[in-house]
């Protein structure tokens, strides 16, 4: 079952970077590390996810594993770079960033966040 995230057009970009943090950046080891098991997984969906950023269509569509491999290799880019070094590399802060693995999060396992501004779909 796929699943369609609704994303701006920087947001789109952005998840597909992560992707770059993950094989290519200076902290590519680190990242790899932290992400694990997901490593191969994330290197088939990194294509994937690059090509529907650049499509600049209002939503990213994949299998909910593959938002669930989206969703750790985020996790892992955010822990590997650190707060200052996430914002360098990518112009999103911590917390920009914990968002929109929020919105991740809320539609692959229907989380809600109390208090937030967002909601599952």
Not at 3 to 26: N, P, W
Request: charged letters at 20%.
């Amino acid at each position: 079952m796929n699943i369609a995230i609704a994303f701006d057009k920087r947001e789109q970009h952005f998840l597909a970077f992560v992707f770059m943090e993950v094989f290519g950046g200076g902290s590519t080891r680190i990242i790899q590390n932290i992400l694990g098991p997901y490593v191969e997984t994330a290197h088939n969906l990194q294509p994937k996810v690059r090509l529907q950023a650049e499509a600049e269509l209002p939503s990213i569509e994949l299998t909910a594993d593959e938002w669930r491999v989206m969703y750790e290799a985020l996790n892992a880019v955010i822990y590997g770079l650190g707060p200052s070094e996430l914002h360098t590399c990518t112009g999103y802060n911590l917390e920009e960033a914990c968002n929109i693995n929020l919105r991740i999060c809320a539609a692959v396992w229907d989380a809600r966040g109390v208090g937030r501004a967002w909601v599952g779909s």
